[in-house]
């Protein structure tokens, strides 16, 4: 399962339960999110209990609208109480290390890995 | 209308000499018609910039390319999508300070927008704690599917997880429309 935009890809792996982003999340409006949106909820599906992780590694970039985008889904899969999630971010990317620490604001018991 | 001014708009004075500077005039419509170009502007402000840099270490310039590029893409983005539509101007106009990096966007826009927007920096001024404005903003949206369709937080992830220095200036052109310009202050050590 795959969302290709103009600079980035997201990809979900049932193997690993995992969704990979990649490239330049820089899209016009939350709205313009919704595709990225749907791939997250059909991947939280499948995952049934496992957690599912989300692996930000390779995202260049997010901007404010993308921000909004994951944190709804965040906050929505809090409030359900499913699927448990796992974020992994890397050093070596300036927002990652900044920013990824907001979505576990919204949800405390959400691990967060920095590689 | 005289101008009003929020936040550390003028953090570095006008009259100090930068060591590099570029201007761009362009008009909303043809960021918002092609919107990859704020994000090729973006990356091209601050190659431009942080090429200085390259005797550093290749990840510190990489990480302070990466950091400019975050920054005005946030600003381009605003000012592409809140400009009025008809006959308005972009204006960026970028100054870099030793380590000290001005970017400035002007646009000009509606009375609405820049009355929601002055609100909007109003109650941010009020609160110390950007973590706790975040949260109730994001929390606000889950609640009202009107308003998650407006991001709203870009500012404040600038100047909460960025450590950006941000100043808004409200003014009037000639024919007595309102003038919103944004300047983020970025200091370009250890981003």
């Given at each position: 399962m ?11 792996s ?17 709205k ?26 390779e ?7 993308g921000i ?5 889904f965040?906050v ?14 890397s ?8 920013s990824?620490a907001?979505f576990q ?8 890995v920095?590689e | ?16 000499v930068?060591?590099?500077?570029l201007?761009?005039t ?18 091209f ?13 290749r990840?510190a310039?990489?990480?302070i ?8 893409q946030?600003l ?8 009025r ?20 966007v002007?646009?000009?826009?509606t ?5 929601r927007?002055e ?12 973590d706790?404005v975040?949260l ?14 407006r ?11 960025h450590?950006?220095?941000?100043g808004?200036r ?12 944004v ?9």
């Amino acid at each position: 399962m795959e969302v290709r935009e103009t600079e980035a890809v997201v990809r979900f792996s049932p193997e690993t339960a995992t969704v990979y982003f990649s490239g330049a999340l820089r899209l016009a409006n939350v709205k313009a999110y919704d595709n990225v949106a749907k791939l997250l909820h059909a991947a939280a599906a499948q995952v049934g209990e496992q957690p599912l992780v989300l692996d930000f590694k390779e995202l260049k970039f997010l901007n404010s609208s993308g921000i909004t985008a994951l944190s709804l889904f965040v906050v929505g899969a809090r409030k359900a109480g499913k699927p448990q999630l796992k974020l992994v971010g890397s050093k070596a990317t300036a927002w990652q290390q900044k920013s990824l620490a907001n979505f576990q604001m919204l949800w405390k018991e959400v691990p967060l890995v920095i590689e | 209308m005289s101008n009003k001014i929020y936040g550390d708009f003028d953090f570095v004075p006008d009259v100090l000499v930068p060591e590099a500077q570029l201007a761009l005039t362009l008009s909303p419509s043809e960021l918002t018609a092609h919107w990859q170009r704020c994000g090729l502007l973006s990356d091209f402000v601050a190659g431009y910039i942080s090429t200085v840099y390259s005797g550093d270490h290749r990840d510190a310039m990489s990480s302070i390319d990466t950091a400019i590029s975050t920054v005005f893409q946030e600003l381009i983005e605003n000012a592409a999508k809140f400009s009025r539509k008809r006959e308005a101007q972009i204006n960026v106009r970028i100054k870099h300070f030793s380590r000290v990096l001005m970017l400035e966007v002007e646009n000009g826009t509606t009375p609405a927008f820049a009355q929601r927007f002055e609100e909007y920096l109003r109650a941010m001024q009020e609160r110390a704690d950007l973590d706790a404005v975040y949260l109730q903003i994001l929390e606000a949206k889950i609640e009202n599917a009107a308003a998650a369709q407006r991001s709203g937080i870009g500012l404040l992830v600038l100047r909460k997880d960025h450590a950006v220095r941000v100043g808004v200036r409200f003014s009037e052109d000639e024919q007595g429309r309102p003038t919103v310009t944004v300047r983020a202050f970025q200091t370009l050590e250890g981003v």
